[in-house]
């Protein structure tokens, strides 16, 4: 069996799991952590407080600074899309192209680490390889979150990530990050034919919701003059408001889903500030002075950080090396890049397929694509057994 083959064998196990963000992804894990065993490798399933679902951070090699962490999210988007011409839960394969919930996004590369790591086996590594395989990364990266807080313990530090989401084999380093937030207004209800006996939540939610899209203009300016993002500039976003009952009602309620997508912290800063300063100083006590009850309230949905590039970053001279690269890209969809990255390791994302075909039905890797992971994580894994101390 050529390692193609055996690759294309793990991914038709591995779109086997339906593992569904939110749902357990206990089996996958297994399946996962039993393939590394195998290879020597020391386990670390890293579980959620209710036992349902599961991190794994595996380590190859000697447990000391310095290592390579190969990185994956194992939950998948449901495939309830109707249009599907073949169960999402089981590898099709037609010409070319291998179809299924996850063959892009990502296991795809989870089955070609797996695969290339059999090159590891009764080596003497210097260096440690390690397998990062998260839950949860499409609904606000929480499995990563979780997998950092637990890596800051280790008593070593690995330096180099690679992220194989789906970029065609492109180097990534540099994505926008991916903040999401709910801020609902809450005032008293009352017959509308007297506005001043109740406080319409509607009436300060859309001040608010102005102020954000005033803050959005300010942002445009702020772009650098190199920054790589398409825009360039960060930007905000109200994508739902939801409040009041009828139209003869003050509305005693208001939500509003709104977004940022911040190309660098000061930005991010810069709206959460600003919004934070215009409800405490203007808004809240304008509705306090009229019911003393009324009240602002912000949850963060999620924020997941961007991709920063750096000047100085391994993690892309190395793949710029096996790649035969000069060019390095721009993503637009968020990634875990960013939380590793914040732990000062050297990230880029690169992997097989196309995000175009993620997140829809019929999707599909080709095994072409596959097969130039495949070779690429040989390749690096191959020179990682040589490097020395
Ligand atoms: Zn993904």
């Known amino acids: 069996m050529t390692t193609l083959d055996k690759t294309i064998s793990v991914l038709t196990d591995l779109i086997g799991y339906p593992s569904v963000s939110s749902e357990s992804n206990l089996d996958i894990i297994n399946y ?27 380590t190859i090699g000697p447990e000391i600074d310095g290592g390579i962490v190969l990185s994956g999210h194992t939950d998948v988007v449901p495939a309830k899309e109707l249009n599907w011409n073949s169960d999402p839960f089981k590898l099709t394969r037609k010409d070319d ?16 680490t797996i695969v290339a790591a059999e090159i590891l086996k009764n080596k003497n590594l210097n260096y440690p390889v390690h397998f990062s395989f998260t839950y949860d990364e499409e609904i606000g990266c929480f499995g990563a979150r979780h997998l950092i807080k637990e890596l800051k313990k280790y008593k070593y530090k690995p330096s180099i990530v690679i992220i194989g989401e789906p970029t065609n084999m492109e ?27 109740g406080l319409s939540a509607i009436e300060y939610g859309s001040l608010f919701t102005n102020k954000l899209f005033e803050l959005g203009n300010e942002l445009k300016k702020r772009a650098p003059s190199d920054s790589p993002f398409n825009p360039p500039w960060t930007t905000v976003q ?43 100083n203007k808004l809240l006590p304008e509705m306090q002075s009229k019911f003393a009850e009324a009240k602002i309230a912000t949850e963060i949905i ?22 035969q690269l000069n060019s390095t890209g721009v993503i637009s969809f968020g990634t875990e890049a960013g939380i590793f990255q914040e732990m000062n390791m050297d990230v880029v994302v690169c992997g097989p397929g196309s995000i ?34």
């Open 32 to 58: 996962l952590s039993d393939k590394i065993k195998s290879l020597g490798g020391k386990i670390d399933i890293i579980k959620t407080a209710d036992n349902k679902q599961a991190n794994i951070f595996a």
């Open 97 to 112: 192209l291998l179809y299924g919930r996850g063959s892009c996004d990502m296991k795809g590369f989870i089955a070609s």
């Open 171 to 197: 180097i990534i380093e540099a994505h926008k990050g991916d903040c999401e937030y709910t801020t609902c207004f809450h005032g008293i209800e009352g017959h509308a034919s007297n506005p001043e006996k």
């Open 238 to 280: 109200v994508g739902k408001i939801e409040g009041g009952v009828a139209h003869n009602v003050i509305a005693g309620q208001c939500s509003i889903d709104w977004e940022m997508r911040p190309i660098n912290e000061e930005d991010k800063k810069f709206v959460k500030i600003n919004l934070f300063k215009y409800c405490q």
């Open 302 to 323: 999620g924020e997941i950080p961007g991709l920063i590039p750096q000047k100085d970053n391994q993690a892309r001279v190395i793949m710029q090396d096996l790649l």
């Open 356 to 389: 175009d075909q993620a997140h829809k039905a019929n999707e599909f890797v080709s095994i072409s694509e596959l097969d130039k992971c495949l070779q690429n994580l040989l390749k690096l894994l191959d020179q990682w057994t040589k490097k020395s101390i």
